[in-house]
């Protein structure tokens, strides 16, 4: 009787981690199928439409999921161009793709050179990194504009550390907060932001400056809410603020 009490006990003893390893394949399994779903779906609608309950839902589980795997669980990861004038800070849009490719980046690369025009003058260095999709015709618009494109070592981002700074701000800023559906939005949101990056926010390299502005730093003063209103401008929907003296 003792001995199968105890080979009842161990049998049983051995039957929770299996079912608990059962749970999680069948879990697992579960998930890959919605994901192979969610792709056939895809496939066959031309455009993903989401309505807002759905964006809060992605948005919240987006926190969850690690940032390499966010391709691999949402429809739309698009891609950003942007340029960063190590001088200023400021940041340049070059544009945003859901299919970035060689020719496009080119591309853009062409279209920033046509609008800063004779801005492009005291530019003396690109820096950027080794992505296949920089090529030669990428380096010659730079080229032709007198300044010599510098490429970062291999796997180390603190070569480019402003860049690496900027990409930081804009993810924990603004992208990470806001759950993007198509590449219209991100060109939106992100300009949006870039505005308030380059005319508002202050820079610590810079005095407190913001990029755009031109002005030598004011000396810190305690103002007198009493006799100044502060005037508060949201920014995207109030994520962001900017403040200022009302006139």
Same mark, same amino acid.
């Given at each position: 009787m003792v001995l199968s009490i105890v080979t009842a006990l161990a049998r049983n003893l051995v039957m929770v981690?299996?079912?608990?390893?059962?749970?999680?394949? *069948?879990? /697992?399994?579960? +998930? =890959?199928?919605l994901r192979h779903e969610n792709s056939v779906l895809r496939r066959q609608i031309a455009r993903v439409r989401y309505e807002p309950a759905d964006r809060i839902w992605l948005a919240a589980l987006s926190r969850l999921v690690p940032r390499g795997r966010r391709r691999e669980v949402f429809a739309v990861t698009p891609y950003a161009l942007v340029f960063?004038?190590?001088?200023?800070?400021?940041?340049?849009?070059?544009?945003?793709?859901?299919?970035?490719?060689?020719?496009?980046?080119?591309?853009?690369?062409?279209?920033?050179?046509?609008?800063?025009?004779?801005?492009m003058d005291?530019?003396?260095?690109?820096?950027?990194?080794?992505d296949s999709?920089?090529?030669?015709?990428?380096?010659?618009?730079?080229? *032709?504009? /007198?300044?010599? +494109? =510098?490429?970062?070592?291999?796997?180390?981002?603190?070569?480019?550390?402003?860049?690496?700074?900027?990409?930081?701000?804009?993810?924990?800023?603004i992208l990470d907060l806001i759950l993007i559906y198509n590449a219209t939005h991100a060109h939106a949101v992100l300009t949006a932001y870039i505005r308030h990056y380059n005319q508002h926010r202050p820079h610590q390299s810079r005095q407190q400056l913001p990029p755009d502005s031109t002005e030598p730093p004011v000396p810190a003063t305690v103002a007198d809410l009493q006799a100044h209103r502060i005037q508060r401008q949201p920014v995207l929907d109030g994520l962001i603020n900017e403040y200022r003296h009302a006139a």
């Open positions: 981690p299996a079912a608990v390893l059962r749970s999680r394949v *069948a879990k /697992d399994a579960e +998930v =890959l199928a960063i004038e190590h001088g200023t800070r400021r940041v340049h849009l070059a544009g945003v793709t859901a299919h970035p490719t060689a020719e496009w980046t080119t591309q853009q690369a062409r279209n920033l050179a046509m609008t800063l025009g004779c801005r005291p530019l003396r260095f690109l820096l950027r990194d080794r999709k920089y090529t030669r015709s990428f380096d010659a618009i730079f080229d *032709a504009d /007198d300044m010599q +494109v =510098l490429l970062s070592p291999p796997q180390a981002p603190r070569a480019n550390a402003i860049c690496e700074r900027v990409v930081g701000t804009l993810r924990r800023e």
